[in-house]
């Protein structure tokens, strides 16, 4: 399309209005689900190595498609017009493009928002005329940037941030590219001055902490491999009755104050959050799954009970606790999970394509292996 040709569309869709095209983003779910054996390629600027230094996004969708046996590469470098990546995308043949725009990027780009209208679509148009798994052309997702996180009278970043995400909605509607807004969610979860506290998720208002990276790997998997009831255990302990979210409990026994069963686990749990985050309660509650693996049990007495996983205490939470749901920290299948992080991490410092094949090829089965655990949840004993 012709640069006369989107100015036209782009003014036409601003005289639109910016409240009807907003909410058709919104409404809008992922167009473009994984298929089997797919190289996903995640492209942007420094974040994206950032992204692939801490393992969370890969190692979460692992957790959600494990029979998926999904590639990813982590490409550290701003793809434009001028320089759309055609080599590295061809030499990961990619099936997947995932385009990610950090803070410091969009803040730039907001200064001309026209000429970034002008660009992307460009690109995008760029990329879907190559082949460059030699066979189809790849399925195209864009990432928003997340919220500045802001402290004193830094508003101005967001106003800026909030018309660049726009904008670029604005765009993947009109070319029917599947859209992650990040900025909307994590906005809500920017405590004003909050940079000292454990829920942070910037650094320095802008760079992702470690906990950012982890809530922002939820926000995306949530739209790239949606998990509807998340990973929960529930336990209606007055009918006797388990039902687990993914997998299957059997040889449950019910005694008047707890009760045993054993969980036949494929799938691994999501990865637990960074030690000592504090993990924004906006996420689980809001219609989105729970970020964490999470055991809720409804109709106990009262009292304290205390969870053990194959003989090892868990957590310990009151009746009314345990009824509104008990987030669960290193279980034996997180730590499992752990093992497949660090498998991923290590993965994406290689170089040499053969040795990330066979990284891959291990990480594919540490997916797939099949557990049983011992739950059993009884009254604590004073």
């Given amino acids: 399309m012709t640069i006369a040709r989107w100015s036209w569309v782009l003014g036409l869709l601003g005289m639109i209005g910016c409240l009807a095209v907003s909410h058709r983003v919104e409404a809008a779910g992922p167009k473009s689900k994984f298929k089997k054996g797919d190289r996903i390629v995640v492209v942007g600027d420094a974040l994206i190595e950032q992204m692939g230094s801490n393992g969370y996004l890969e190692t979460l969708i692992h957790t959600r498609l494990p029979e998926h046996r999904l590639s990813f590469s982590h490409l550290g470098q701003r793809p434009s017009v001028k320089n759309p990546l055609d080599k590295a995308l061809s030499?990961?043949?990619?099936?997947?493009?995932?385009?990610?725009?950090?803070i410091e990027e969009s803040l730039k780009a907001a200064d001309?928002?026209?000429?970034?209208?002008?660009?992307?679509?460009?690109?995008?148009?760029?990329?879907?005329?190559?082949?460059?798994?030699?066979?189809?052309?790849?399925?195209?997702?864009?990432?928003?940037?997340?919220?500045?996180?802001?402290?004193?009278?830094?508003?101005?970043?967001?106003?800026?941030?909030?018309?660049?995400?726009?904008?670029?909605?604005?765009?993947?509607?009109?070319?029917?590219?599947?859209?992650?807004?990040?900025?909307?969610?994590?906005?809500?979860?920017?405590?004003?001055?909050?940079?000292?506290?454990?829920?942070?998720?910037?650094?320095?208002?802008?760079?992702?902490?470690?906990?950012?990276?982890?809530?922002?790997?939820?926000?995306?998997?949530?739209?790239?491999?949606?998990?509807?009831?998340?990973?929960?255990?529930?336990?209606?302990f007055k009918n006797k009755k388990i039902k687990i979210s993914r997998d299957v409990a059997e040889s449950a026994t019910f005694t008047a104050t707890g009760f045993k069963f054993f969980m036949i686990a494929e799938y691994l749990p999501p990865p637990s959050p960074p030690a000592k985050s504090i993990v924004h309660k906006i996420r689980g509650t809001d219609g989105s799954p729970p970020p964490q693996q999470t055991l809720i049990v409804t109709g106990l007495p009262d009292g304290q009970y205390a969870l053990r996983i194959d003989g090892?205490?868990?957590?310990?939470?009151?009746?009314?606790?345990?009824?509104?749901?008990v987030a669960l920290v290193h279980t034996p299948g997180q730590l499992k999970t752990q093992k497949l992080r660090d498998a991923v991490i290590k993965k994406n410092g290689l170089t040499k394509q053969a040795d990330i094949i066979e990284a891959d090829a291990d990480i594919a089965t540490m997916t797939t292996a099949v557990r049983t655990e011992r739950w059993h949840l009884a009254p604590v004993k004073k």
């Avoid at 030499?91 to 950090?102: E, G, H, L, N, T």
Wanted: glycine share 8%.
């Fill in 91 to 102: 030499r990961q043949k990619a099936d997947v493009i995932v385009a990610c725009f950090s």
């Fill in 112 to 236: 001309n928002l026209d000429q970034f209208a002008m660009d992307l679509p460009m690109l995008i148009d760029h990329w879907r005329g190559k082949k460059y798994n030699d066979k189809t052309s790849p399925r195209i997702v864009l990432v928003s940037p997340m919220a500045f996180e802001l402290k004193g009278g830094q508003g101005k970043q967001n106003q800026k941030l909030t018309a660049f995400t726009l904008r670029m909605g604005l765009v993947a509607t009109l070319l029917d590219v599947p859209f992650i807004d990040l900025f909307k969610p994590t906005a809500k979860m920017a405590p004003t001055g909050g940079l000292s506290r454990g829920s942070a998720f910037t650094k320095d208002g802008s760079a992702p902490s470690l906990y950012g990276h982890w809530e922002m790997a939820h926000i995306i998997a949530d739209r790239l491999a949606p998990l509807a009831d998340g990973d929960v255990v529930n336990v209606d």
């Fill in 312 to 325: 090892q205490k868990i957590i310990e939470a009151s009746a009314k606790q345990w009824a509104a749901g």
